[in-house]
């Protein structure tokens, strides 16, 4: 039996954070080239993605180009040029959310749906394998139970977010940043409005959460979901964070290999898509670095507390509470906690008090369990006290990095006096060395057994050796250096052949159990790119399309879509529907009538920010909260 690949795939600011991903485990990378990446803030010049590619596939690890922003039709010619130049890099896929892209003359590249896309159920899903896409990226806010109803009707590859920030509306569905700033989330540039504080009332005007951050939501954390979401039909497994820093990404992608290599230990069905373990460096924390607190969202099928509460902004992981407190005559401020928690000179703290205030201190000086800051701030007793910077952590990953090592297996014969070595890696790749030198009779054959198992048996380069086998009719005496030089020039001819796996995306090898029989489209055959789109009998998208450019407008038309109303940022409608979202207000307050709870409050209920108000809506059929501007 053909066992399926799995992928841990990382996100990349640049590319020395993408090497730093690898280095620690990742099967892939998805980055921004120089323009409409999504992340107004995340752009890299194409030479340094050239690089990367090369750098990843020498692991077997794949690189995925991201030009997933609505375009315009001016905008068109210059996104073909650099799906044209992601091609020409090495890049191994697109991630795109302009369907009319797939008018466009792209080169033969696969192309993975965006999230942005919002493929939350079977028919969207459907949609997207149609249009020729190899793999749709789903929505965050799907159950098990969801993606295993997609895997059962589709071949399309599956990736699943399962770690980092949420966005509290549906992907590619979220219109307020355009609304109230002019900048589109859908254009790569998000003025994050779910972290701002809010005022929620009532239709009466009473006040019912008071300049709270009420939608914001906690960080995803599927860590311990990875058996069940390979069950369900994932085949990559998301670390979001393309605006992250370097030590968030090597703590989180590192757990994330632990934790996928635990799963794959001897498994008989999954394995890991590309090459290399990791052998010593630090030992992740993912508490340590920046989080909201972490949720599993709905994967369950169930609702759970979602909202990261009084702060939008990371407290990091929990230390204890604070007992007491006091000031010197300079106003700094001292206090005592309980906790088995050690807080080090240097650390970033958050401090909830008991009102729900949210302060931000650096400890100056620790001793025991208590704190000295030289910030003058007013801290009560009671207060929740997290570390959300752990300087000694922080110097710890910046210093005690992995070693990723391919492993290759050595077979070693004598025969006649000529030493041969033939070393596989592995990936498969093959090399004989002949040695014909002459080398002196060994006294003693157990000892030259154990020196060159010893000396070859070392690392060269990204390569770690292992003799399997040794035999030969007379031992010879081989000096260390020429062991030496034959594991060197091993690594180098390795080098310089090509990776068995590199350049096809991970997922789908074979016909998944329940998927239908039938060839899976890729994007060298799409039906869109090449002939006319074909309808899917009647299953349209019934949400906003995002249509910007004429390109996707005629495609949508074929596809029978009810509507091809311009992109909320070409046409913004004075009233509209700005944000649709699985999470919901009244659950979190209580008052879900679903739950069998009364509502407490007149509704409509309002969001009021900056003099600006939104009127809060609940499709209780859909389980869903509407929010209008």
Not at 80 to 103: H, M, N, P, S
Not at 131 to 158: D, H, M, V
Not at 224 to 247: C, H, N, Q, W
Not at 560 to 565: E, L, M, N, P
Request: aromatic share 8%.
């Amino acid at each position: 039996m053909q066992l399926r690949e799995l992928e841990i795939l990382a996100p990349a600011k640049n590319i020395d954070i993408g090497i730093a991903a690898i280095d620690c485990g990742a099967d892939a990378l998805y980055i921004a080239g120089p323009s409409f990446g999504a992340r107004e803030a995340a752009g890299n010049p194409m030479s340094d993605i050239e690089k990367l590619a090369a750098y990843s596939h020498r692991y077997g690890a794949k690189v995925y180009m991201v030009l997933n922003t609505i375009l315009y039709d001016n905008e068109i010619e210059s996104a073909v040029k650099l799906a044209t130049q992601a091609y020409e890099a090495g890049c191994d896929a697109l991630i795109i959310q302009d369907l009319g892209l797939l008018r466009a003359a792209l080169p033969p590249i696969p192309l993975f749906a965006s999230t942005q896309t919002n493929i939350r159920d079977v028919e969207q899903a459907l949609l997207m394998e149609s249009l020729g896409f190899k793999r749709a990226i789903l929505a965050r806010e799907l159950s098990l139970e969801q993606i295993s109803a997609i895997r059962k009707s589709t071949n399309i590859e599956l990736e699943s977010f399962v770690h980092g920030a949420l966005c509290v509306s549906y992907s590619g569905q979220c219109y307020i940043s355009s609304r109230v700033t002019g900048r589109s989330s859908n254009r790569g540039e998000c003025a994050q409005m779910c972290r701002s504080s809010y005022n929620l009332t009532d239709n009466r005007g009473k006040v019912i959460v008071k300049d709270r951050p009420i939608l914001s939501l906690k960080d995803l954390n599927l860590a311990g979901y990875i058996p069940a979401l390979a069950d369900a039909g994932v085949t990559s497994f998301k670390i979001e964070g393309r605006l992250k820093g370097a030590s968030y990404i090597k703590n989180v992608v590192r757990y994330y290999r632990g934790v996928m290599d635990s799963f794959l230990d001897g498994n008989q069905t999954y394995k890991s898509s590309s090459l290399g373990k990791l052998y010593g460096g630090f030992t992740p924390r993912p508490e340590s670095t920046f989080n909201r607190g972490y949720t599993n969202l709905f994967i369950e099928g169930t609702r759970d507390s979602w909202s990261s509460g009084e702060s939008a902004k990371s407290t990091g992981e929990y230390i204890g509470k604070i007992i007491s407190t006091a000031k010197d005559r300079r106003g700094n401020l001292t206090f005592r906690y309980t906790s088995s928690n050690r807080v080090e000179n240097g650390d970033g703290l958050c401090i909830i008090a008991p009102s729900g205030e949210v302060i931000g201190i650096r400890a100056s000086t620790t001793e025991s369990r208590e704190v000295i800051t030289n910030e003058q701030v007013t801290v009560p007793p009671g207060s929740l006290l997290y570390r959300n910077y752990n300087h000694s952590f922080e110097k710890e990953l910046a210093a005690n990095m992995p070693k990723r090592l391919i492993s290759v297996f050595l077979t070693i014969t004598c025969k006649n006096g000529i030493t041969s070595v033939k070393a596989v890696s592995e990936d498969g790749r093959e090399i004989t060395l002949a040695i014909e030198k002459r080398f002196e009779p060994a006294r003693d054959s157990a000892l030259v057994q154990e020196s060159v198992a010893r000396q070859l048996g070392k690392s060269a380069g990204i390569y770690r050796f292992e003799v399997k086998s040794f035999i030969a009719d007379e031992y010879l005496f081989y000096p260390i250096s020429e062991l030496n030089e034959i594991r060197r020039e091993i690594a180098t001819k390795l080098d310089e052949m090509e990776v068995q796996n590199a350049g096809e995306p991970a997922g789908i090898t074979g016909e998944l159990p329940g998927s239908p029989g039938e060839p899976q489209i890729t994007a060298e055959n799409s039906p869109a790119r090449y002939h006319k789109a074909k309808p899917l009998k009647g299953q349209t998208p019934d949400y906003r399309a995002n249509i910007s450019n004429s390109l996707s407008k005629e495609l949508y038309m074929e596809l029978g879509a009810k509507s091809t109303d311009e992109a909320f940022e070409i046409s913004p409608p004075e009233q509209a529907e700005l944000m649709r979202c699985k999470y919901c207000i009244k659950f979190e307050l209580g008052s879900c009538p679903k739950e069998g709870s009364r509502t407490k409050y007149e509704e409509p209920l309002w969001l009021e920010n900056g003099g600006r108000k939104f009127r809060v809506a609940f499709d209780c059929n859909k389980c869903e909260m509407v929010i209008f501007g």
